[in-house]
């Protein structure tokens, strides 16, 4: 990657602010802001010219439509919450990536170039978020991606342009084959999405495990554009292993597991899932309970969690789902930046988003209005979010807890949480 400082600017001169024009954003998701007079830059702490544009590129229809409209419902109640600070503008233009990469190569080409965007919370998938990637950095638009875990995007050559306020799955691979092994499996095969999603954490998986000892018979790549999967099973059921790592998407995931019943397995080999299917819908759409079955995701545990879940049931009337909180911090921690470079240009933003995130003055989600004053004044503050502390690393990586979770009666419950292993 080349990696470009994040840094605070110091002694930035704060330049004369234009309003932008309206952007399509949703009612309710826009607060009033004062400008300032023409060629007059803001006072030095002053936010009231500052209007931040923020697209959002989220799966509302396709293989992830299950979690895209909880993710945006994050989004929009942080900038809610922002814009009630009164103190700068959040405006928001929300657009559906439809969990493909063209859909959101050209969304994110419209929230670009039509909507003045400086910020594009998402994508979901990793191969969709790296189509907009390819459209955002070299537009100098800042990316923050919400649900994106593919190991690869650490060493991608963006230019500092993307974040990320969930942790690679090259701690995930590493946890599942650590599940595995505790639960005595000798033999795991995987079958994964042929993505970078996909790939990434069999890859991470296979490695890990057969390193503590295991095997994996059989690592089967299977297109998410497929309908049928009865070969893609039997090639991952040969060998009769103790169990099969799916890794997969909720509507390809159905069809895998409805083969998998087919053939008798489901009941017979047990199953280990991420956190792609970590959704209470998904048994109903197998139509089959999987009571029992297990998976992996990134535990929405940070500082901020409570005070979140219970704005966003008052808000919403009804509960967050996986990735929700995350996409919460995503337009908190833009805002944060820009408020201490006191400018919305996409560079700015970027060189500003791992200090608000890491050392300084503590910042849970209560206190937004108050950290976007102390970012202001050029205070050093820490963002502890809703969905974790998301201390940005240098190439905008975070860390996070895991769950174990549990099918059980159709619900999504958690059976343990465990720490990533320490980085050597």
Same mark, same amino acid.
């Given at each position: +990657? ?14 004369? +602010? ?52 909880? +993710?945006? /419902? ?51 998938? &990793? ?13 100098? #638009? ?5 649900? &994106? ?66 095997? #994996?018979?059989? /690592? ?38 409805? $083969? ?71 337009? +908190? ?22 200090? #608000? &995130? ?18 202001? $004044? ?40 465990? &720490? ?5």
């Amino acid at each position: +990657m080349l990696e470009v400082p994040r840094l605070k600017l110091l002694g930035l001169l704060l330049a004369a +602010m234009f309003v932008l024009g309206a952007c399509g954003g949703e009612a309710g998701d826009t607060g009033e802001g004062e400008e300032p007079a023409d060629g007059e830059a803001p006072a030095e702490g002053d936010l009231s010219g500052l209007e931040l544009n923020i697209g959002t590129v989220l799966p509302l229809t396709g293989d992830l439509a299950q979690f895209g409209p909880a +993710m945006e /419902n994050g989004a929009k109640l942080a900038a809610q919450q922002l814009n009630e600070c009164g103190t700068m503008t959040i405006n928001m233009i929300h657009e559906d990536d439809g969990t493909n990469e063209q859909t959101a190569a050209t969304a994110a080409d419209k929230l670009i170039n039509t909507d003045n965007v400086s910020v594009i919370v998402g994508a979901a998938a &990793s191969r969709v978020s790296f189509a907009v990637l390819d459209t955002a950095a070299v537009n100098e #638009v800042v990316q923050i991606s919400p649900a &994106s875990t593919s190991p690869d995007f650490t060493d991608y050559e963006d230019n500092g342009y993307f974040f990320r306020t969930t942790p690679s799955d090259a701690f995930q691979g590493v946890i599942l084959a650590q599940i595995a092994q505790d639960a005595g499996y000798e033999t795991v095969n995987v079958l994964a999405l042929n993505d970078d999603y996909g790939q990434g954490i069999a890859r991470v998986f296979e490695e890990s495990f057969t390193e503590a000892g295991g095997e #994996v018979a059989a /690592n089967v790549a299977y297109d998410p554009a497929g309908t049928q999967f009865s070969s893609e099973v039997q090639q991952a059921a040969s060998g009769d292993p103790d169990a099969i790592l799916l890794v997969a998407f909720p509507e390809t995931g159905a069809a895998i597991m409805q $083969a998998a019943i087919q053939q008798g397995l489901v009941g017979e080999v047990p199953f280990l899932f991420t956190d792609g299917l970590a959704d209470p819908e998904f048994p109903e759409a197998v139509g089959d309970s999987l009571d029992g079955e297990r998976g992996t995701r990134p535990a929405a545990e940070g500082p901020g969690i409570d005070d979140f879940n219970a704005a966003y049931q008052e808000e919403f009337d009804g509960q967050p789902g996986t990735f929700s909180a995350n996409t919460y911090d995503a337009v +908190m921690l833009a805002a944060l930046a820009a408020a201490a470079a006191g400018s919305t240009e996409g560079p700015d933003i970027r060189d500003n988003l791992q200090d #608000v &995130s890491r050392e300084g003055a503590e910042i849970l989600p209560a206190d937004i209005c108050e950290g976007l004053e102390r970012a202001a $004044a050029g205070e050093d503050i820490n963002y502890e979010g809703a969905a974790g502390s998301q201390d940005f690393d240098e190439n905008g990586d975070v860390t996070s807890d895991y769950e174990l979770w549990e099918f059980q009666g159709g619900e999504v419950v958690r059976v343990e949480l465990i &720490s990533p292993p320490e980085s050597g």
